[in-house]
């Protein structure tokens, strides 16, 4: 199992991005999903999940109306589109399951800052 995220970056307060998931490994169809994030000296959060068909999502309170968590099954790739993003959504981005999770890939980084 891998997981390669990219898209993060430096994004102003009230700006936009797009992270990206490409997983491999498993069969990604048939495997819910979920996006985390870390700030050091904190704990991996759990940011938003998806079901395997993409027709339940949940998020984090501090995140809900403003991401969006997407896949497409036929390309292995996870999605999190950030809208209207805060300074403490700064951090490292990381996707994995839900559960229980296997090895982390590298994140990317997202700082938000103006």
């Known amino acids: 199992v891998q997981f390669v995220e990219s898209g993060g970056g430096l994004v102003q307060p009230g700006g936009s991005l797009r992270l990206s998931c490409e997983a491999s490994g498993f069969t990604f169809s048939s495997r819910d999903m979920s996006w985390y994030r870390q700030v050091p000296g904190k704990e991996r959060e759990l940011v938003a999940w998806?079901?395997?068909?993409?027709?339940?999502?949940t998020y984090a309170d501090s995140v809900k109306g403003r991401f969006t968590i997407s896949r497409l099954n036929g390309k292995n790739t996870l999605y999190l589109q950030m809208n209207s993003v805060k300074p403490e959504g700064t951090a490292v981005y990381y996707c994995?399951?839900?559960?229980?999770?296997?090895?982390w890939g590298q994140g990317t980084q997202v700082t938000v800052s103006s």
């Open positions: 998806i079901t395997w068909s993409g027709g339940t999502t």
């Open positions: 994995n399951f839900p559960s229980v999770q296997a090895t």
